[in-house]
């Protein structure tokens, strides 16, 4: 299975999705005019990666802003992703929040930021965690959470 890369415009991610390492990154901001024409073909690249994953699936998404429609695409991504046949995978899901925004954040917050997540994986058939990063303005990772689900 080849990878997929598509590069940053100013109104779509950064997508680099290698089938080798199971890492599955978003980047930038994700404002399409056509969230369909972006992500139809990625949804399509992400179920054939699911017919034979990788036991540990990295799904990252370092979004500074997302648009409705695009979280619809990405949230088929991890519905597609979080019912694995290979039971005994596991997918992890990796969210980046400014640090400003993360150290204010108490348990009650992380639970409601994580919420619509969990609602997206449906019932796993799969391990699924989530990691939960404090950035600062370079990208650098100051501070992190785990929830397992």
Known sequence: MENL????TAKT???DFNALTGELVFTGRSIPENAAKLYEDVLKWVKDYAEQPNMLTNFRLDLEY???PSI?????MIKTLSSLTKTDATLMIHLYYDILDFETMDSEDITEAI?????????????VGIKIYGTDEDGQILKET???I
């Open 5 to 8: 890369k598509i590069d940053a």
């Open 13 to 15: 991610p950064e997508i």
């Open 66 to 68: 997302f648009n409705t």
């Open 72 to 76: 619809i695409w990405i949230a088929r």
């Open 115 to 127: 919420s619509p997540i969990i609602d997206m994986t449906g019932t796993p058939t799969i391990n």
């Open 146 to 148: 785990m929830v397992l």
